[in-house]
C-alpha cells in the first residue's frame, strides 16, 4: 500500500471504557482537519474482517464526548487470532483504499495490532483504552480514572453501612491481571487490606489482624480484593476469614461491570482528545506502529510490542503507604 496515510481505519476492541468515545472524536476530527477521510469500524477486528465500515464525518461524533461505553461497539474477535481472518481483513481495508489503522484498546488488541501490521505492511497506532491501567509506557489509560471514582464512590457508601452494623466488608473489583483499581480504591477508602495480582496474598497475616483487632473489639474492617488476586477472589478470601472468625459478621460485594460504565470523568474525557489527536498526527509524521501514551504530562511514544510484552510495576512505596495507614 502506498506510504502516504490518506484514509485511517478506526476501531475499539476488548473491553470498552468510559472516554473510549473521546478518543473517536478526536480521531476523527483531527483526522478531517489534515484532509483524510475517517472510516468507522463496527465491533473492532470482527467488523474489519466483515467489512462492517463505514466513512465518519464531524457529525457523526457530535454530542458523544460525555457518553460511556463506544459507539463503535467492541468484540472480541477469534477469527482474527487466524491468517485466513486477517488476510480477509486486509482485503476490505485495500478495497477501500484504507492506509492506517487507530485501534483503541488494550494489551490483546495491540497484539493483533502487532501482527496484522507485520503481515500487511498497515501503520498502526494503538491508544490504551482500559480500565485496568495494564499498559507499560503510560501513566494514564482512558477508562481508569472513572472506573476507580465508580469503585471509590460505591465503596465509600458500603462503609456506611459497614460502619453502622460492626461489619467486616470484603470489596472485589475489576483487574484481572492488575492491581491498579484496587490499590487507587482502597488507598483512596482507607481500606485495612488491599489485596492485588502483582503480590502475593498472605492471609494468615490478614487473619492475625483481625484477631487482634477482634480481641480490640474494633470490628469494622474494609478489605479491597482485584478479582485476579492469587487468593481467588473475594468469595474465597470470605470462605478463609469465616472458618477463622466465626463470630464475625462478614460480607461480599463484587461491584463487577459497574465500573466499565458511567460518563467519563474529566481527566479521561481530556487524556483520551489529546491522545486521539496525537494518533492522526503520528499517522501523518510517519510515526507508525507506536502506542502513544503520557509519561509525566508529555506525550509518549513506545513501539507497539513493547507495551504489548511489558507490564507496569506497582512500586513497594504504594504497598508501605497501604501498610502504614491502615494501622
Same mark, same amino acid.
Given at each position: 500500500m502506498e506510504k502516504k496515510v490518506t484514509k485511517i481505519g478506526?476501531?475499539?476492541?476488548?473491553?470498552?471504557?468510559?472516554?473510549?468515545?473521546?478518543?473517536?472524536?478526536?480521531?476523527?476530527?483531527?483526522?478531517?482537519?489534515?484532509g483524510l477521510e475517517v472510516h468507522g469500524i463496527m465491533r473492532g477486528y470482527q467488523g474489519l474482517i466483515e467489512d462492517d465500515i463505514f466513512r465518519m464525518d464531524s457529525r457523526s461524533v457530535a454530542n458523544i464526548i460525555q457518553r460511556g461505553?463506544?459507539?463503535?461497539?467492541?468484540?472480541?474477535?477469534?477469527?482474527?487470532?487466524e491468517y485466513e481472518g486477517r488476510q480477509k481483513a486486509y482485503?476490505?481495508?485495500?478495497?477501500?483504499?484504507?492506509?492506517?489503522?487507530?485501534?483503541?484498546?488494550?494489551?490483546?488488541?495491540?497484539?493483533?495490532?502487532?501482527?496484522?501490521?507485520?503481515?500487511?505492511?498497515?501503520?498502526?497506532?494503538?491508544?490504551?483504552?482500559?480500565i485496568d491501567k495494564d499498559i507499560h509506557g503510560t501513566d494514564f489509560t482512558i477508562g481508569f480514572d472513572t472506573a476507580v471514582n465508580t469503585a471509590v464512590e460505591?465503596?465509600?457508601? $458500603?462503609?456506611?453501612? =459497614?460502619?453502622? /452494623?460492626?461489619?467486616?466488608?470484603?470489596? !472485589?473489583?475489576?483487574?484481572?491481571?492488575?492491581?491498579? *483499581?484496587?490499590?487507587?480504591?482502597?488507598?483512596?477508602?482507607g481500606a485495612e487490606n488491599i489485596l492485588i495480582p502483582e503480590l502475593?496474598?498472605?492471609?494468615?497475616?490478614?487473619?492475625?489482624?483481625?484477631?487482634e483487632k477482634e480481641r480490640r473489639k474494633k470490628m469494622v474492617n474494609l478489605i479491597v480484593v482485584a478479582e485476579g488476586d492469587d487468593f481467588g477472589g473475594a468469595n474465597e478470601v470470605q470462605k478463609?476469614?469465616?472458618?477463622?472468625?466465626?463470630?464475625?459478621?462478614?460480607?461480599?460485594?463484587?461491584?463487577?461491570?459497574?465500573?466499565?460504565?458511567?460518563?467519563?470523568?474529566?481527566?479521561?474525557?481530556? $487524556?483520551?482528545?489529546? =491522545?486521539?489527536? /496525537?494518533?492522526?498526527?503520528?499517522?501523518? !509524521?510517519?510515526?507508525?506502529?507506536?502506542?502513544?501514551? *503520557?509519561?509525566?504530562?508529555?506525550m509518549h511514544y513506545i513501539p507497539l510490542e513493547n507495551a504489548v510484552k511489558n507490564k507496569g510495576k506497582i512500586s513497594d512505596e504504594w504497598m508501605k503507604i497501604v501498610k502504614i495507614l491502615a494501622s
Open positions: 478506526l476501531l475499539t476492541s476488548g473491553g470498552d471504557a468510559p472516554g473510549m468515545n473521546a478518543a473517536i472524536r478526536a480521531v476523527v476530527r483531527t483526522g478531517i482537519y489534515h461505553g463506544t459507539i463503535l461497539k467492541t468484540a472480541r474477535c477469534k477469527d482474527f487470532f482485503e476490505n481495508l485495500k478495497r477501500r483504499g484504507i492506509n492506517g489503522l487507530v485501534v483503541i484498546g488494550g494489551d490483546g488488541s495491540f497484539r493483533g495490532a502487532v501482527k496484522f501490521s507485520n503481515e500487511f505492511d498497515i501503520p498502526c497506532i494503538g491508544l490504551a483504552g482500559t460505591a465503596i465509600d457508601k $458500603i462503609r456506611d453501612t =459497614m460502619d453502622s /452494623h460492626d461489619r467486616i466488608f470484603i470489596i !472485589e473489583v475489576m483487574g484481572r491481571d492488575a492491581g491498579y *483499581i484496587a490499590l487507587h480504591s482502597g488507598i483512596a477508602t502475593k496474598s498472605n492471609m494468615k497475616d490478614i487473619i492475625a489482624s483481625l484477631q478463609a476469614l469465616a472458618e477463622k472468625l466465626p463470630k464475625a459478621e462478614i460480607r461480599v460485594c463484587i461491584l463487577g461491570h459497574i465500573q466499565r460504565g458511567g460518563s467519563p470523568s474529566c481527566i479521561d474525557r481530556l $487524556i483520551a482528545s489529546r =491522545m486521539g489527536f /496525537h494518533a492522526v498526527e503520528s499517522l501523518l !509524521e510517519g510515526r507508525h506502529n507506536v502506542f502513544v501514551g *503520557i509519561l509525566n504530562n508529555r
